[in-house]
């Protein structure tokens, strides 16, 4: 079993930068494809990024396409998210994610999850 711990969540106006870390233990993740999911108040978690164990395949949800970059760095088992071009509509608990196997956008594909970060944008 995987544990993850994301961070580099806080406050950012809007068309702000934040970059968002996910430490993995417990397991490697060499093999493991990642994902990014968030959360708004009252609502469902949804996907926002996933990648590939080797990284060479990535997909984001449309809304942050051009914005949002997912990567990845086995060696030191972690996760990133660069969130560029921030909007006050990316406000959100967003957590980190792992499964054996593809990418996936669906949530209960995943095995492991972290805690959260926030992410505030203010205009």
């Known amino acids: 079993q995987v544990q993850l711990v994301e961070s580099g969540g806080g406050w950012v106006q809007a068309g702000g930068s934040l970059r968002l870390s996910c430490a993995a233990s417990g397991r490697t993740v060499s093999r493991y494809a990642m994902g990014w999911f968030r959360q708004f108040p009252g609502k469902e978690r949804e996907f926002v990024a996933t990648i590939s164990w080797g990284g060479g395949s990535t997909y984001y949800a449309d809304s942050v396409k051009g914005r949002f970059t997912i990567s990845r760095d086995n060696a030191q088992n972690m996760v990133y998210l660069q969130m560029n071009s921030l909007k006050p509509e990316d406000t959100a608990v967003y957590s980190c994610?792992?499964?054996?196997?593809?990418?996936?956008?669906?949530?209960?594909?995943?095995?492991?999850w972290g805690q959260g970060t926030q992410v505030t944008v203010s205009s």
């Open positions: 994610a792992a499964r054996q196997g593809l990418t996936s956008r669906r949530v209960l594909e995943y095995d492991a």
